[in-house]
């Protein structure tokens, strides 16, 4: 099905991801090394590929490879604009500088590229770099006000974006139950925002 799709075409980058994503939670670091190994070289000539040797770098690491993990992850350009993973990538950063009992260097980190991002994945580790800085010990400040602000409109999008999806589903099917169950769920949700 998808792994299918990404051998017929290793430059299908929303099959490539799921795939990674599916070795990533089924724990198949063989898998989450070779794919993305196989794709690669057809990303040469590619714009945007900075993410790909990090993913490669990623599953060499979890595979056990850190020499070539290392190798990979220094070829990536892991903090490129184009790379939906930088405000991720620098939260890898900054728990190395936990991990080397630096917490200076990791608020420094949050204070930067971590708190830039709007993302969900972003908003995750914002609050996740504080709360590890949190249990350490470290004064975060009011950092946590701006995090709970960005999930707050956050959620007022999604909730939005709920009640769009739910008019143009009764708009193709208005005599729906169900349809018209969700809109009134995304009412709800929207006046709750």
Known sequence: ????????????????????????LRADARSLRDRIGRALPHWNAVPGRSFLPGMHAFGLEDSGD???????????HWAAEENFLKVHNWWHRALCHIELDDPASALALFDGPVSSGATTLDLVDAAALLR???LIGVDVGDR??????????????????????AAERLALRPHSPVNRSFQERARRLSAAA
């Open 66 to 76: 850190h020499a070539r993990a290392e190798k990979a992850g220094r070829a990536a």
């Open 144 to 165: 946590w006000t701006a995090v709970s602000a960005a999930w707050e409109a956050l959620a007022d999008g999604m909730a939005d974006m709920a009640e769009a999806l």
């Open 1 to 24: 099905m998808i792994s299918s799709g990404v051998m017929g075409d290793p430059r299908d980058l929303i099959a490539l991801q799921s795939c990674h994503l599916l070795d990533f």
């Open 132 to 134: 590890r800085l949190d």
